[in-house]
């Protein structure tokens, strides 16, 4: 049989007070958080936190329209140094420890006050998401309520082709262009965003992403911006994918669900 003491327990009487049982509590919490955040020298140092994604194809197989030169630039250089990056950033501060990557770049987005953690975390998430907008023998034309939601929202896949297209090539500097749900409207938009920045900061559901670095095109298409933009749209873009993404979105926004779970 187990045996308890406590030597700080009151004496003069058999009954704890509610007081006392409340001050307890605190007390483990505290205790347990001071644990969760120890860094003595007895605590276990945790260097890593998140790592390189692959893309889910060979990284030659987006020849001709996406090199493997590029891919191994783009994916294993500049998306492995902001992995690389960040998990730097998160030994110095692991109160951050623990968040999804979605739940990451939401808390470092700060309400448009980006913590320092932000670009990285966003730029690991932009990137993951951009190798899984393509596929080897992709683009065309989307299917079944995908282009049912494309019709409704934009026209026609026709219109709709010609709007992404002008968002990418009047996109300012570096950044991304989107094809989002939004969640409240219940309807497809195209957004141009800057440097890092991801829309799921703002709850939007993205669908589709194109990187509009240079680092994304230049090795492929040197200035010909307009070039690789179509090639993304006509041979990369996967609508299998973003189809995917549409009805598991749909079936949460749907159903008032407040957050999208984690695949
Ligand atoms: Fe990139």
Redesign the pocket.
């Known amino acids: 049989m187990a045996s308890y003491c406590c030597n700080s327990l009151p004496t003069r009487s058999h009954f704890i007070s509610s007081d006392f049982l409340r001050q307890l509590k605190t007390q483990q919490l505290l205790d347990r958080a001071k644990r969760r955040f120890d860094v003595s020298p007895r605590s276990t140092k945790v260097t890593a936190f998140y790592g390189l994604k692959t893309p889910p194809y060979k990284l030659d197989a987006l020849e001709p329209y996406m090199s493997k030169r590029t891919i191994d630039v783009?994916w294993g250089e500049?998306?492995q140094n902001f992995v690389e990056g960040l998990n730097k950033q998160l030994e110095k501060d692991d109160i951050l420890y623990g968040y999804t990557m979605d739940e990451l770049v939401k808390e470092t987005f700060n309400n448009g006050n980006p913590l320092p953690e932000f670009n990285n975390a966003a730029?690991v998430w932009?990137?993951d998401f951009?190798w899984e907008s393509m596929q080897p023998g992709g683009g065309e034309m989307p299917r079944l309520g995908l282009l049912q939601q494309i019709e409704k929202d934009f026209g026609s896949f026709t219109n709709f082709r010609e709007k992404f297209i002008e968002a990418a090539l009047t996109l300012f500097g570096s950044g991304w262009v989107w094809l989002v749900l939004k969640r409240e409207e219940r309807r497809l938009e195209i957004l141009k965003t800057s440097n890092a920045i991801c829309p799921v900061v703002w709850d939007d559901i993205p669908l589709v992403n194109l990187?509009l670095?240079e680092?994304?095109y230049y090795l492929d298409y040197k200035n010909d911006k307009a070039k690789y933009v179509n090639t993304f749209m006509d041979h990369l873009v996967s609508w299998d994918t973003a189809m995917g993404r549409l009805a598991r979105a749909e079936a949460f926004v749907n159903l008032g669900e407040p957050k999208i779970p984690i695949a």
């Open positions: 783009h500049l998306h730029e932009n990137h951009f990187d670095w680092h994304a």
